[in-house]
């Protein structure tokens, strides 16, 4: 028996201009997927092609399909500056919600790394996302619920996610998670029969809290019983000016320290790498000025 959801996956990247080169972050992500999950496809939507030695090394996996901004977040107002230099993420929840919807499958960000397969009762499912931590509503200021969408599974246009779709431009406050998480979770609590949601464990057992990135980024935590993938969260910590969530930054995961330090996700991400001295040194990662990954 044929199940709901196709086992191919959807990535979305490029958003913004790419003055680095594609990290090892990103290609950890795609040859995790690709040895993990073992996709029939993997679709790669990008507006701005990336370059650099680690992209030339998956690229040939991909499906590379180009796509364009959303208009309606090209032409949002925003109230807060801080939110809008993470337009590009905005752009991205539609185009995630739309393709996925479109062709059937999985997304996940580009900052996962798949820990095990997924198991196989959630490809019988309509519609599967992950509980996150709790999260503030910008409107009210109330802490409640949330349901994240860094990783979605979905059979082609189901109703759970065509309903969220519709609802998200009216649902979008120019917050990160009235649309996108807070929105979900209301409309899951309408709607159980339409949508999984499986625990926290699975998708996000580290969250997005100076305690949890610090777990994932520098210590270690061997634990990974029941763990399908992990999320990194990078647009909080990845450029090296930003410190409210980690001391830590993009420029310093490179593939020597992910060979040589056992951190949480060092140990999982060490064995989707290449041989050593595959791929030439990649200069000037130490500079991360930008907003975040994509």
């Not at 917050?175 to 996000?204: D, I």
């Not at 996700?265 to 930008?290: D, K």
Request: with cysteine.
């Amino acid at each position: 028996m044929t199940a709901r959801i196709p086992n191919q996956c959807h990535f979305v990247f490029g958003l913004k201009s790419q003055a680095e080169p594609f990290h090892l972050v990103h290609y950890v992500c795609l040859e995790s997927c690709r040895q993990v999950l073992k996709p029939e496809r993997i679709f790669f939507y990008c507006q701005h092609l990336p370059h650099g030695p680690w992209w030339d090394l998956i690229r040939d996996h991909l499906e590379i399909v180009h796509v364009e901004p959303v208009p309606f977040i090209a032409g949002f107002r925003y109230r807060s500056r801080g939110i809008r230099r993470y337009v590009y993420a905005h752009h991205s929840d539609f185009i995630r919600l739309e393709k996925v919807l479109e062709r059937g499958g999985i997304y996940a960000d580009i900052d996962t790394v798949f820990v095990r397969p997924i198991p196989a009762e959630l490809y019988d499912k309509l519609f599967v996302l992950g509980r996150e931590g709790d999260v503030v509503d910008p409107v009210d200021g109330l802490t409640k619920r949330s349901i994240c969408n860094a990783f979605i599974m979905s059979e082609p246009n189901a109703e759970f996610g065509r309903r969220w779709l519709g609802q998200m431009p009216g649902a979008l406050d120019g917050s990160w998670s009235g649309h996108s998480t807070l929105l979900t979770q209301r409309l899951a609590e309408r709607h159980p029969e339409l949508v999984h949601v499986e625990p926290q464990r699975t998708f996000y057992k580290h969250l997005w809290t100076r305690e949890g990135l610090r777990t994932l980024l520098e210590g270690c935590d061997p634990d990974v019983e029941g763990v399908v993938s992990m999320h990194l969260w990078s647009h909080l910590w990845w450029s090296r000016w930003r410190r409210d969530f980690s001391d830590f930054h993009g420029g310093l995961l490179t593939e020597e320290f992910i060979r040589s330090v056992d951190t949480t996700y060092n140990i999982v991400a060490r064995r989707f790498l290449p041989e050593p001295g595959t791929v030439p040194r990649a200069r000037g990662w130490r500079r991360f000025i930008g907003a975040g990954a994509s």
